[in-house]
């Protein structure tokens, strides 16, 4: 990851915006019916294109191809892997279920329209292996052909991947013995896509709302213990995935969910920052614009970043179609600098994604771009303040 010592650099957190076409290909596939998959490539390709034209124009430094060509974040693994069938129960998180009135208000809006549901992935039947190296490699060239004619006016480009904890807790396990089992084979799977991404001469985003989130998700009845034991194994795995691979090529995303909820039942970022500091990443994109997680940007006054990693701090909301005054965000943006210490260690990005499985948006995408380019304002103000 680049490291600039004369501005804040800019970033997302990965997924923008499909055409309604893409969505209705990719949920007619995650529903098991047969598409036609020149279709889906040639709709990716057009998407894609767009979406770098977007983030372009819109002046983010570091790009990626807004993940159009997957149906989500991590469910898409079921058509590169071995294993995966039928129909998982997802558990609900805990805070939407503390108030009946919004639980009936969010169910409604996650059934409305054709989208593809997070809350019912595919279950774990047999033996995980990745079959489908050619896939992630297609995406990686795909990326560098759309990106090369905008040579000089972006930093680099990034390509997402998922955690094994986040497929863990989500598909469940009806095969392996235990959770560690399942985490580290899907670990191993997992490592052919880490590497092709990084071999590519990209830089890789490991997305883990599993880090936090399933403190409230699938751990919600257990104590703090058996969650961070979780958090362990997940990270212990991850750096065994990229064994070998240069830190400073790799950024890990941590989340605490990415929908307009309550939140009150989120895990505190000091109760499970010390695991999450283990991993072999070179910098940290976190969740610290939305209201019940802008307060612990402070946490990193106590030195906490490990030595010779980033953090990148969201300073825009992914949940809310408020487009943030650029003020609001340069403001954000020097509180996280001043609490690390030292500016060029600091990246300005977005809590999460837009559009992080097909069909499910919260901010609608003329608001998308306002807000990215409030991003880019936001971050020339801050630099002008804090580089001169």
């Not at 991590?74 to 009135?101: L, W």
């Not at 009845?221 to 969650?227: G, R």
């Not at 408020?322 to 210490?341: D, L, S």
Request: proline share 5%.
């Amino acid at each position: 990851m680049k490291m600039s010592k004369n501005r804040f650099l800019t970033t997302h957190a990965g997924s923008l915006p499909k055409p309604k076409s893409l969505v209705h290909l990719h949920a007619e596939r995650a529903a098991g019916k047969a598409i036609e998959l020149p279709e889906l490539v040639a709709l990716t390709d057009t998407a894609e294109k767009h979406a770098v034209a977007k983030q372009i124009e819109c002046g983010v430094d570091v790009i990626n191809d807004g993940e159009v060509g997957r149906e989500s974040f991590f469910t898409y693994v079921r058509h590169r892997m071995t294993g995966f069938a039928n129909q998982s129960q997802r558990p609900i998180m805990r805070d939407i279920t503390m108030y009946p009135s919004f639980l009936e208000y969010i169910m409604k809006s996650v059934t409305s329209g054709e989208q593809v549901s997070l809350l019912a992935p595919p279950e774990c039947t047999g033996t995980i292996h990745y079959r489908d190296a050619g896939s992630i490699a297609a995406d990686c060239a795909r990326l560098k052909q759309h990106v090369a004619p905008y040579a000089g006016r972006f930093a680099e480009a990034f390509m997402t991947s998922p955690s094994p904890g986040i497929i863990a807790a989500a598909m469940t396990n009806k095969h392996y013995a235990s959770m560690a089992e399942y985490v580290a084979a899907l670990g191993q799977a997992l490592a052919v896509e880490y590497r092709a991404i990084v071999n590519s001469g990209l830089v890789l985003q490991i997305d883990a709302p599993d880090l936090a989130m399933e403190r409230h998700t699938l751990f919600a009845d257990k104590p703090l213990n058996e969650f961070l034991e979780f958090v362990k194994i997940v990270v212990h795995v991850i750096n065994r995935a990229l064994e070998g691979l240069p830190k400073e090529q790799v950024r890990l995303h941590v989340c605490w969910g990415n929908y307009n909820g309550p939140h009150e039942c989120d895990v505190p970022l000091a109760d499970i920052w010390s695991e999450i500091a283990k991993s072999s990443v070179g910098g940290f994109l976190l969740s610290l614009a939305n209201p019940r997680h802008e307060h612990e940007v402070k946490l990193f006054e106590k030195g906490i970043l490990p030595k010779d990693t980033m953090l990148i701090a969201g300073a825009i909301d992914t949940t809310s179609n408020y487009v943030e005054h650029p003020q609001v965000v340069a403001t954000r943006i020097e509180r996280a600098a001043k609490a690390v210490g030292d500016p060029a260690r600091v990246m300005a990005g977005t809590d999460c994604g837009f559009e992080t499985s097909a069909g499910y948006v919260m901010v609608v995408e003329d608001v998308v771009w306002a807000k990215l380019r409030a991003l880019r304002d936001g971050a020339a103000i801050a630099s002008g303040r804090v580089f001169g």
